[in-house]
């Protein structure tokens, strides 16, 4: 399984665009990069999964270079109620591993008003 | 649709007893995990058991384990409890056999060992 580098904390503003970057250097062929977000006491939530180039849903972007060695994972126009752990992970999502995740330290986002 | 059910959620017991802490997954989800997490370690993977069995493993010693009954619903026992066992258990389901799927978690069960 991949190790993943991400900044242990970044601070914002409401309303910034917020970009979390991700290091994953031994990424393997088979690997997807998930995104989860966690809220103090709370279980994490899925954010958002690519493999490739960029994927986008109603809460986040994620864009991936060519070479997959990094991610980031883009949070547009960020509100107070956004301060949260992020946790980047990567790792092979095949069918029988799909309960099985590795997280790193997380980046803990503080958004300030 | 229900989310994930955790029971209690929070437990507190003593040195040497033992625990056992209650999952139900999402209705129609066979896949379930258990993971830990301590300000000191971050999140770790316990366990994860699909359709009653238990298909991967993470690396924690013999005094943690695990099951899952036929309507999916599973139970994490800690035996022989340390103070280190303190923290947050969560439980996560999925369908469980599709690739790349998300996980949804529970709240969790805030375990204190005193």
């Known amino acids: 399984l991949a190790k993943t580098t991400q900044p242990i904390s970044m601070d914002s503003y409401e309303g910034q665009e917020v970009n979390i970057t991700c290091s994953h250097n031994?990424?393997?062929?088979?690997?997807?990069i998930t995104w989860y977000q966690q809220f103090p006491s709370q279980g994490p939530r899925f954010i958002i999964q690519?493999?490739?180039t960029k994927v986008t849903n109603e809460v986040a972007s994620l864009f991936i270079p060519a070479d997959r060695k990094s991610s980031t994972l883009s949070l547009p126009r960020v509100s107070l109620s956004d301060t949260a752990v992020y946790y980047c992970?990567?790792?092979?999502?095949?069918?029988?591993?799909?309960?099985?995740?590795?997280f790193g330290q997380g980046t803990t986002l503080q958004v300030k008003p | 649709k229900a989310g994930v059910t955790q029971t209690p959620r929070y437990l507190i017991k003593t040195r040497g007893q033992q625990v056992t802490l209650s999952c139900s997954p999402i209705?129609?989800?066979?896949?379930v995990s258990w993971y830990q997490q301590t300000p000191g370690q971050g999140l770790q993977f316990l366990f994860e058991?699909?359709?009653?069995?238990?298909?991967n493993k993470g690396n924690f010693p013999g005094r943690f384990s695990g099951r899952q009954f036929s309507n999916s619903r599973s139970e994490m026992n800690v035996s022989t409890l340390e103070l280190g066992d303190s923290a947050l258990y969560l439980c996560?389901?999925?369908?469980?056999?599709?690739?790349?799927?998300?996980?949804?978690f529970g709240s969790g069960t805030q375990l204190s060992v005193l």
């Open positions: 996560a389901s999925s369908l469980g056999d599709r690739e790349g799927e998300k996980l949804f």
């Open positions: 031994n990424i393997a062929t088979n690997d997807y």
């Open positions: 209705s129609g989800h066979r896949s």
């Open positions: 992970l990567v790792g092979d999502a095949g069918s029988s591993n799909t309960g099985k995740l590795i």
């Open positions: 058991y699909f359709s009653e069995t238990q298909r």
């Open positions: 690519g493999y490739k």
